[in-house]
């Protein structure tokens, strides 16, 4: 059951920025904010990570302001959060290691040599970096875009970053390995 309500809510959450695009296109505007905050307290409830708690938090947040206030906009804020969240997430994995990203390395290689563990600390930084970027980005889309733009750029393109971002260490780290090996 547990990893049923995860799937609901983790789904729920991707394709988010498509579900507010469409319910504000239909009027659907209270049912948006009403999922929203649901799917943080799935979250909630499910007992997961502790460190994803404050993306939890921001969902019931942005959907509790926006039934008080009638607010629209708190419903597209809600991926502005998530980057800033993450960001904080991420940050916090450099002053407790490990960073972030050697967490995730070490899922494929438990083993992580030394010179890994600097370029996983290195590399969460440069995701810090991203979640700055994509959160001014998704921000901008919230105030100077129109809706479809927004949910375009929040549901599809930042998705698309992320992807190239996590590829694209995951061949620059095979490729410094490669050469750590060869000059032993």
């Given at each position: 059951?547990?990893?049923l309500l995860r799937g609901i809510?983790?789904?729920?959450?991707?394709?988010?920025?498509?579900?507010?695009?469409?319910?504000?296109?239909?009027?659907?505007?209270?049912?948006?904010?009403?999922?929203?905050?649901?799917?943080?307290?799935?979250?909630?409830?499910?007992?997961?990570?502790?460190?994803?708690?404050?993306?939890?938090?921001?969902?019931?947040?942005?959907?509790?302001?926006?039934?008080?206030?009638?607010?629209?906009?708190?419903?597209?804020?809600?991926?502005?959060?998530?980057?800033?969240?993450?960001?904080?997430?991420?940050?916090?994995?450099?002053?407790?290691?490990?960073?972030?990203?050697?967490?995730?390395?070490?899922?494929?290689?438990?083993?992580?040599?030394?010179?890994?563990?600097?370029?996983?600390?290195?590399?969460?930084?440069?995701?810090?970096?991203?979640?700055?970027?994509?959160?001014?980005?998704?921000?901008?889309?919230?105030?100077?875009?129109?809706?479809?733009?927004?949910?375009?750029?929040?549901?599809?393109?930042?998705?698309?970053?992320?992807?190239?971002?996590?590829?694209?260490?995951?061949?620059?780290?095979?490729?410094?390995?490669?050469?750590?090996?060869?000059?032993?």
């Open positions: 059951m547990k990893h809510v983790i789904t729920g959450l991707v394709l988010y920025p498509f579900l507010v695009g469409y319910g504000l296109a239909q009027g659907y505007f209270a049912w948006i904010s009403i999922l929203l905050i649901v799917l943080g307290a799935l979250r909630l409830f499910s007992k997961g990570n502790t460190l994803l708690w404050p993306l939890t938090g921001f969902a019931i947040l942005c959907g509790g302001l926006s039934l008080i206030l009638k607010d629209q906009n708190w419903l597209k804020l809600y991926p502005v959060f998530m980057s800033i969240g993450s960001c904080m997430i991420f940050a916090s994995t450099l002053l407790r290691p490990p960073s972030m990203i050697e967490r995730f390395a070490r899922l494929a290689e438990p083993d992580l040599p030394p010179e890994g563990v600097v370029w996983t600390k290195k590399v969460t930084v440069v995701w810090c970096g991203f979640f700055i970027l994509n959160a001014a980005i998704a921000l901008y889309t919230v105030y100077f875009a129109p809706t479809r733009i927004w949910a375009l750029y929040n549901g599809f393109i930042s998705y698309m970053f992320m992807g190239s971002l996590l590829l694209g260490e995951y061949v620059l780290r095979k490729r410094q390995q490669r050469l750590h090996q060869q000059q032993e």
